[in-house]
């Protein structure tokens, strides 16, 4: 089982980043998905979830309408659009996958994400 997070960077305040969470080695469309980020010296917390099928999404109020979360399940990928970036968006982006009944829940190793001028 892996979760494989790309497309973190640098990026100036203002700017957008799209993340990707590859998924592999378990039944993708059994899971629902979601995104979480630690910032240095802070807790882990949750950014944005989304169900197995897509239909509901939940953010965290602090990235409401400027993050969106997705998922491709035929590419087993579940996606981080986020606009409008902050410096306090920094942190490392960790991907999640949350099995619908019972069973493990799998983490990302994390991709970094800075947002600095």
């Known amino acids: 089982v892996t979760l494989v997070e790309s497309g973190g960077g640098l990026v100036q305040p203002g700017g957008s980043l799209r993340l990707s969470c590859a998924a592999s080695?378990?039944?993708?469309?059994?899971?629902?998905m979601s995104w979480h980020r630690q910032a240095p010296g802070k807790e882990r917390e949750l950014v944005a979830f989304?169900?197995?099928?897509?239909?509901?999404?939940n953010y965290a109020n602090s990235v409401k309408g400027r993050f969106a979360i997705s998922r491709d399940n035929a590419k087993n990928t579940s996606y981080l659009q986020m606009n409008s970036l902050e410096p306090e968006d920094t942190a490392m982006y960790y991907c999640?996958?949350?099995?619908?009944?019972?069973?493990?829940?799998?983490w990302g190793q994390g991709t970094q994400v800075t947002v600095s001028s």
């Open positions: 989304v169900t197995s099928q897509g239909g509901t999404t």
């Open positions: 080695g378990f039944t993708f469309i059994s899971y629902s």
């Open positions: 999640n996958a949350i099995p619908i009944v019972g069973g493990k829940v799998y």
